[in-house]
């Protein structure tokens, strides 16, 4: 084994995929691109950092919604341009050639081109102050199953992207997880 930089653990355990978070904020719609985030509990607390050096902050600390739209393989050069923009200064629906699509439990519009969209409402603010993580739960969650595009992309935290690949199923293996399957 070769010593690896504490600084850098957060390569090795990155949990999932890269997403674009939605929010609106006095009728301006938003995204930014988030590689920090978790699931907290099951079924539906995500974790999520963003701090106040994200234009995205301040709409999600005033209306307490947002939504997490999943971006595949195909969307990775869009997804690293939002990321490398400010809301403050473009409007990066019409930028990036993205459809706003209104929800329907929050006033932040989902990405039609994603493969998902996570709904949610922050639900804790207690560690905002301290690590700009917001605890938000997943109130509404769309899948489009007709997209033939479906692997995501990973952040390891060095300006590199991993793509999903080839399905393991050992559904018939993990007997102890048979309330998280289908």
């Given at each position: 084994m070769k010593e690896f930089p504490v600084s850098k653990t957060y390569r090795l355990i990155e949990p999932g995929p890269v997403v674009l978070v939605t929010t609106l904020n006095e009728g301006r719609p938003n995204i930014m691109t988030m590689g920090f985030h978790m699931m907290v509990q099951h079924p539906s607390l995500i974790g999520a950092v963003i701090g106040p050096?994200?234009?995205?902050?301040?709409?999600?600390?005033?209306?307490?919604?947002?939504?997490?739209?999943?971006?595949?393989?195909?969307?990775?050069?869009?997804?690293?341009?939002?990321?490398?923009?400010?809301?403050?200064?473009?409007?990066?629906?019409?930028?990036?050639?993205?459809?706003?699509?209104?929800?329907?439990k929050v006033k932040a519009p989902l990405i039609r081109e994603c493969l998902a969209n996570i709904e949610c409402k922050v639900v804790d603010t207690s560690l905002v102050d301290r690590y700009s993580l917001f605890i938000l739960e997943a109130v509404k969650?769309?899948?489009?199953?007709?997209?033939?595009e479906r692997r995501t992309l990973h952040h390891n935290g060095d300006g590199t992207l991993t793509v999903d690949g080839r399905v393991l199923n050992f559904q018939e293996k993990m007997v102890l997880w048979k309330q998280f399957q289908g």
């Open positions: 050096w994200d234009y995205s902050y301040e709409a999600l600390s005033m209306t307490g919604e947002c939504v997490i739209a999943i971006p595949t393989v195909d969307l990775a050069a869009k997804m690293v341009d939002i990321g490398n923009c400010s809301g403050r200064e473009v409007n990066k629906f019409k930028e990036f050639g993205l459809t706003a699509v209104p929800g329907k969650a769309w899948t489009d199953p007709n997209r033939k």
